[in-house]
């Protein structure tokens, strides 16, 4: 399974407060992980993705502020920031990612499960 | 802060610009409208600026109406996903929504306008131009 890191009940990460977005764990049917991940207000340059070793981080950061007063806020300003640890049967390499209506989705295939071709050895009788 | 028996409060720091709906579960629970994104409102001499956080909802799967002093969004969102997909872990808002805002009457809501980027929808509503701060000439004294 793929744990996280920075438990909001137990105070996030440490280091400065971020927001942890709210994210989707799925496998699909030739067992690759799914991760949707919402980063609203975040651009496609304002993503981050990093692979360190099986730690998986996501980071985002919203675009410029609007002008003028603020007068209600309810969206936290905290940049995005969560880590997932990647089981060892996972293929960090082959990590696919989509970023859509501020929805980051990573494909995470099954180490091995690649589709290659396999040599059949014969003489093609 | 909530006012109301029906649900529709406002924040109190403001008296008229920008209220909210105030406690939005006991709102949603009244309703049954399912889940309130969350709202920031800016003003400016000229406008006042609602974003909706809406993350994964697309244009044509949400409704924006204004109707007396309410601005209201309204919809719903798929989790998504393909035939054959078993979720582990589901954090994501999804099901229909609801979020009302009051809007101030300094507002021309006639002339609002609305787009959506980054799962943000923003909606721009114009300060009437008689509501607008003006500067008054000083007539020269003789």
């Not at chain 1, 209600?72 to 880590?83: L, S």
């Not at chain 1, 501020?102 to 091995?112: A, C, D, Q, S, W």
């Not at chain 2, 409704?63 to 997909?85: M, N, P, Q």
């Not at chain 2, 009302?100 to 009457?105: C, E, K, L, N, Q």
Request: negative net charge; contains cysteine; proline residues 5%.
């Amino acid at each position: 399974m793929m744990a996280r890191k920075g438990d909001p009940r137990r105070g996030g990460y440490p280091g400065g407060h971020s927001r942890i977005p709210a994210t989707d764990v799925s496998i699909d049917d030739s067992g690759s992980y799914l991760l949707r991940c919402e980063l609203p207000g975040v651009s496609r340059e304002g993503v981050d993705i990093t692979l360190s070793r099986n730690e998986l981080t996501i980071r985002g950061s919203r675009s410029q502020d609007e002008d003028g007063r603020l007068i209600v806020q309810e969206i936290p300003r905290e940049e995005f920031r969560r880590t997932f640890i990647l089981r060892d049967d996972l293929d960090g390499g082959g990590i696919e990612a989509k970023f859509d209506l501020g929805v980051l989705t990573l494909v995470i295939p099954r180490k091995g499960i690649k589709s290659q071709s396999i040599p059949i050895d014969g003489d093609g009788e | 802060m909530r006012e109301g028996g029906n649900g529709r409060g406002h924040l109190g720091s403001e008296s008229d610009v920008g209220g909210t709906t105030g406690d939005r579960s006991v709102r949603c629970f009244l309703s049954e409208c399912g889940w309130a994104p969350p709202v920031d409102i800016y003003q400016t001499e000229t406008e006042l600026v609602v974003l909706v956080e809406l993350p994964g909802v697309d244009r044509d799967d949400m409704d924006l109406h204004i109707s007396g002093d309410y601005l209201t969004v309204s919809g719903s969102k798929g989790r998504g996903g393909a035939e054959g997909e078993v979720f582990r872990r589901m954090e994501r808002n999804t099901g229909s929504f609801e979020r009302s805002v009051r809007i101030p009457s300094l507002v021309n809501a006639s002339a609002a306008s609305a787009s959506l980027a980054e799962g943000v929808l923003r909606v721009v509503l114009p300060v009437a131009e008689e509501q607008q701060p003006r500067r008054l000439e000083i007539e020269k004294g003789s």
